[in-house]
């Protein structure tokens, strides 16, 4: 093989490695635009602050998991980790960003994130793959190695490793509900990592995340072939019936099921199935809660004046559940 031969092979080698590491990014979803979309219905809207108080350390980017082999190349998923500076052990508080299974990142749990490491939880806020790079069930499998990850890396984060919660908004709250619904499910696992460690979660918080796919409020939307649960779950329902019903977090309910709060936006479409759930809750005697906001925002947890309202509810919960 003559000298120019072979640059052109090395540039062809390298030139395809570049390429199998760029993720296909949708940024559609972000603060700025939530806040534009509300604030002409409701003036007194403001983006919520991220400043990290002075009781409060962060931990950015620490990778959770890599994952060796994706169409991308090694991918690497990340997490955003908020602690109480003062030395002790805390409850943990896995947090999943929204975005339509397609869009948004995990920063978008800041605001929440933040507030709440000040009162006493480990906050970590994880990054998982969309769906324009992988469809269900990889997100479902980054959550629950995320899971795993925090109990491996406990003594490291001053976590106490039965008390564990999960939360969720939007998409985000319907991956939540899943992963906490499916503990002990070994199906729903996942081969990525801390196969010694339990993805056990010990509560569920679901901030206007849908419970049930084929609930009326849900299944009865008019959908095209380019909406995200579509794409996300690989076909409509009448197409892929077993991937809707296995995506649905109602349907893996039982009674050892942990405590689940629920909160929610004036728009019952994007909590369709919780009425059901809740009255499964209800008598089987596991204990939930349920708050709404009377207001057409769905994404309220990112703006003021809402979001301190939501950190009072999610710190309330998880002191009462956790406590016992």
Known sequence: MNKSVLIVVILLVYGCQAVAQQIPRDSSYNVQRVWEGVVKN???????????PKGVKADLDVVYLTIPETPFGERELH??????????????????HGGGWRSGDKSLQH???????ARGFVTICVEYQLLLEAKYPAALHN????????RANANEYGIEVDKIAISGCSAGGQLALLTGLTSGVEEKEGDLGYAAYSSEIQAIIDIDGVVDFMAPWSLNLKRGPDS???QWMGGTFAENPEVWKDASPIF????????????K???PRFTAGQHELTGMMNLWGIYNEVHQFEIEVHPFWLLDPWV???????????QKVLSQ
Do not use: C, H
């Not at 409701?42 to 990290?52: G, H, L, N, Q, R």
């Not at 002790?88 to 947090?95: C, D, N, Q, S």
């Not at 959550?143 to 925090?150: I, Q």
């Open 308 to 318: 301190d309202q939501v950190v009072n509810y999610m710190d309330t919960f998880l």
């Open 252 to 263: 893996w309910a039982n009674e050892q099921s942990p405590p689940i709060l629920f909160v």
């Open 42 to 52: 409701y003036p007194d809207a403001k983006i919520a602050s991220t400043k990290i």
């Open 111 to 117: 605001a929440m994130a933040v507030r709440l490491a």
């Open 143 to 150: 959550v629950k190695a995320a899971v795993r990850w925090t």
């Open 79 to 96: 997490a955003d980790i908020f602690q109480p500076r003062k030395k002790g052990v805390y409850p943990a508080l896995i947090m999943v």
């Open 228 to 230: 995200p649960d579509v």
């Open 265 to 267: 936006s004036g728009y």
